[in-house]
């Protein structure tokens, strides 16, 4: 099991940017393949981005392709997501999460929530109009 803190939410107006950190610990960082969900008030999870061990391949919703970016630094142990041209359908608050690299290789795999077994205890991400 790795554990796994968020980091960086706050408030900022729509077109703003922001930058989510997520630190991990308790596991060798580089056995996990890293990713953000996120869940707004009333709605299910959703598939924001993964990143693999190496940080050569990610993974992005829709939603956020172009806007968003996914990065991560295994001599630090960190993954990061830079979110950028923000609008107020992003405000939810954002989980990190691990998955061992063995288990996704696709992003059917990366996007589904039922893959990741360690999750973060989430930051809150408001975009206001």
């Known amino acids: 099991q790795v554990q796994l803190v968020e980091s960086g939410g706050g408030l900022v107006e729509a077109g703003g940017s922001l930058r989510l950190s997520c630190a991990a610990s308790?596991?060798?960082?580089?056995?996990?393949?890293m990713g953000w969900f996120r869940q707004a008030p009333g709605k299910e999870r959703l598939f924001v981005a993964a990143?693999?061990?190496?940080?050569?391949?990610?993974y992005y919703a829709d939603s956020v392709k172009g806007r968003f970016t996914i990065s991560r630094d295994n001599a630090k142990n960190t993954v990061s997501l830079q979110m950028n041209s923000l609008k107020p359908e992003d405000t939810a608050v954002y989980y990190c999460?691990?998955?061992?690299?063995?288990?996704?290789?696709?992003?059917?795999?990366?996007?589904?929530?039922?893959?990741?077994?360690?999750w973060g205890q989430g930051t809150q991400v408001t975009v206001s109009s």
């Open positions: 990143v693999n061990w190496t940080g050569g391949r990610t």
């Open positions: 308790g596991r060798t960082f580089s056995s996990y393949a």
């Open positions: 999460v691990a998955v061992p690299n063995a288990y996704c290789s696709d992003y059917g795999c990366y996007s589904s929530p039922a893959a990741y077994d360690d």
